[in-house]
């Protein structure tokens, strides 16, 4: 039997659909042992697309800052799926983990985290060169003159103001190039106006280079400059607006 049929030459291919930034399905995740066990997310469906901002709020305790360690890889849900560009975190131990997120992922805290011992310049280059970046020095440099700092690389932190702490805090952040910036409270140590400075930086370092931006806050100003605003509340996300399209 034959097949006449032939490709309409006038059809058009289905558009392809983009690969999230972000796949959370199904997410629980519990801390603590025995009776003070508490389960913290409950259910968690979130698809975050690539380049997006999101801001996500919701009350003290609601598992935000939870759940944000959870797509860094800090934290492991105990059921469900994580998909962070494109791998799955639930298939990979401790060593693979840090791996992919000295590749992928940029994490900037409330609390500097930068290592005392060490000055701006360091604390920069270090987990480049960790991750096999070439080049890490010149990389650091450039990030910390891109947040303003290039006359303080050799100053440590106890030598630096909070925002300055903060703006090396983000440069390490942003000198790999990650695919996935995520951001938990990152003015809460901050005064309103330098505070300001690191949101507009940390802005600015997304829409550059097309990262996909996840940022904690209670601030609901804050909150609306990005994208899209996610909700949750006891663990739940209880409001996030399709993905719009892009």
Same mark, same amino acid.
């Given at each position: 039997?034959?097949?006449?049929?032939?490709?309409? +030459?006038?059809?058009?291919?289905?558009? $392809?659909? !983009? =690969?999230?930034?972000?796949?959370?399905?199904?997410? #629980?995740?519990? *801390? @603590?042992?025995?009776?003070?066990?508490?389960?913290?997310?409950?259910?968690?469906?979130?698809?975050?697309?690539?380049?997006?901002?999101?801001?996500?709020?919701?009350?003290?305790?609601?598992?935000?800052?939870?759940?944000?360690?959870?797509?860094?890889?800090?934290?492991?849900?105990?059921?469900?799926?994580?998909?962070?560009?494109?791998?799955?975190?639930?298939?990979?131990?401790?060593?693979?983990?840090?791996?992919?997120?000295?590749?992928?992922?940029?994490?900037?805290?409330?609390?500097?985290?930068?290592?005392?011992?060490?000055?701006?310049?360091?604390?920069?280059?270090? +987990?480049?060169?960790?991750?096999?970046? $070439?080049? !890490? =020095?010149?990389?650091?440099?450039?990030?910390?003159? #891109?947040?303003? *700092? @290039?006359?303080?690389?050799?100053?440590?932190?106890?030598?630096?103001?909070?925002?300055?702490?903060?703006?090396?805090?983000?440069?390490?952040?942003?000198?790999?190039?990650?695919?996935?910036?995520?951001?938990?409270?990152?003015?809460?140590?901050?005064?309103?106006?330098?505070?300001?400075?690191?949101?507009?930086?940390?802005?600015?370092?997304?829409?550059?280079?097309?990262?996909?931006?996840?940022?904690?806050?209670?601030?609901?100003?804050?909150?609306?400059?990005?994208?899209?605003?996610?909700?949750?509340?006891?663990?739940?996300?209880?409001?996030?607006?399709?993905?719009?399209?892009?």
């Amino acid at each position: 039997m034959t097949n006449n049929s032939r490709p309409n +030459p006038n059809s058009q291919p289905s558009p $392809a659909i !983009a =690969q999230p930034a972000i796949k959370l399905t199904s997410v #629980n995740l519990s *801390l @603590g042992q025995g009776a003070s066990r508490v389960h913290i997310l409950k259910d968690i469906d979130l698809n975050i697309g690539s380049g997006e901002a999101i801001g996500l709020v919701g009350p003290s305790g609601s598992g935000k800052s939870t759940l944000l360690m959870v797509m860094a890889g800090l934290e492991r849900a105990d059921t469900g799926t994580v998909v962070v560009a494109g791998e799955n975190l639930g298939t990979m131990d401790e060593d693979a983990l840090a791996r992919f997120r000295g590749r992928n992922v940029g994490i900037v805290f409330q609390s500097f985290h930068l290592i005392p011992t060490m000055t701006a310049l360091e604390n920069v280059t270090v +987990p480049l060169e960790l991750a096999g970046a $070439a080049g !890490a =020095q010149e990389l650091a440099r450039d990030e910390l003159g #891109n947040v303003g *700092l @290039g006359e303080r690389l050799h100053h440590y932190p106890a030598q630096l103001s909070g925002g300055e702490q903060q703006r090396v805090a983000l440069a390490r952040a942003l000198a790999p190039n990650p695919a996935i910036l995520v951001a938990d409270e990152p003015t809460g140590n901050l005064d309103e106006e330098t505070g300001q400075q690191i949101i507009d930086l940390l802005f600015a370092g997304h829409a550059k280079r097309g990262t996909t931006l996840v940022l904690v806050t209670h601030d609901t100003a804050l909150a609306a400059r990005c994208g899209r605003v996610v909700r949750l509340r006891s663990g739940h996300v209880v409001n996030a607006p399709k993905e719009i399209a892009r």
